[in-house]
């Protein structure tokens, strides 16, 4: 709460005390690193992201602190990591078998996700004027669904096939050929709502598809809706977006999972997209 009314120091000074009284404790290591990045002390913020890491190398978010602590240090490691040109690559789908056009396609599918999306509590998700569809639709029986699993597995093939392995680098250290999905949602912004920037955790390539976009007619900001890359959920001074992307309808968007990611507000009525989390197997 503290950090949040821009007091990190004072936040500090709490967890700090957490942190002694639970010596052992992952999780009150782990709470440090957002307000140590916001109070200007990227230097502590990596050796407890490095250090946690020993246990996981895959958590996500602690590739994200560590991202943004090399960042807030001018380390030269840090464009590495986060190479936007390298490992953000958008795909057209093509529709899957059994329908006749994209847009056809996109469609069905649209109606179907917007069902899941009707009586979803927005108290369970923290996207402002939108909501999450809140169960794993990977085993759904909707052909839409079974059919947009096909149509992308081709689209995240190529983009594996172009990473090639490095054992010291958080993201082509896990490269290899065989891969499955963790997970697939639906996140629904209508006017002026917007995605929280965030990562995904548990995953290692996180996706963007955009099934219905309805814009507005005179936006008032050029980047409406805009998906973007490399700011922080609690940014620190001098770190804001890096990268940003227009949404375009049946295009899907893949990076790597750690990349923080979020919108800008979306001025039109309705803008609804798919997501999956992609992990080696």
């Known amino acids: 709460m503290l950090d949040e009314l821009n007091q990190p120091e004072e936040g500090l000074k709490a967890l700090r005390r957490v942190a002694e009284l639970a010596p052992n404790s992952r999780s009150a290591q782990r709470n440090l690193l957002s307000t140590l990045l916001r109070a200007n002390r990227p230097d502590e913020a990596l050796a407890i992201t490095r250090a946690l890491r020993e246990e996981d190398q895959d958590e996500q978010y602690l590739i994200a602190c560590e991202a943004t602590a090399l960042r807030l240090m001018g380390d030269a490691f840090y464009p590495t990591i986060c190479d936007y040109d390298r490992f953000v690559r958008t795909y057209e789908i093509a529709p899957p078998r059994g329908y006749f056009t994209a847009e056809n396609f996109n469609t069905s599918l649209a109606d179907m996700l917007r069902a899941q999306h009707r009586g979803v509590n927005p108290l369970e998700h923290q996207i402002p004027n939108g909501s999450q569809t809140n169960r794993n639709l990977l085993h759904s029986p909707d052909p839409a669904i079974k059919g947009f699993l096909n149509a992308v597995e081709g689209a995240v ?43 995904h955790d548990r995953g290692w390539i996180s996706s963007a598809y955009y099934v219905a976009i309805m814009p507005p007619e005179r936006p008032k900001d050029p980047r409406n809706g805009w998906l973007k890359f490399g700011e922080p959920n609690k940014a620190p001074a001098n770190c804001g977006p890096e990268r940003w992307l227009e949404p375009r309808l049946g295009q899907l968007v893949l990076f790597p999972s750690y990349m923080w990611h979020g919108t800008s507000a979306f001025e039109g009525p309705e803008r609804l997209s798919a997501a999956f989390d992609i992990v080696p197997s």
């Open 157 to 199: 093939r190529d983009y594996i096939s172009r990473l090639k392995a490095e054992p010291h680098h958080p993201f082509l250290r896990r490269t290899r050929e065989r891969f499955r999905f963790q997970g697939l949602w639906s996140a629904r912004v209508l006017k002026d709502g917007y995605l929280p920037n965030h990562v």
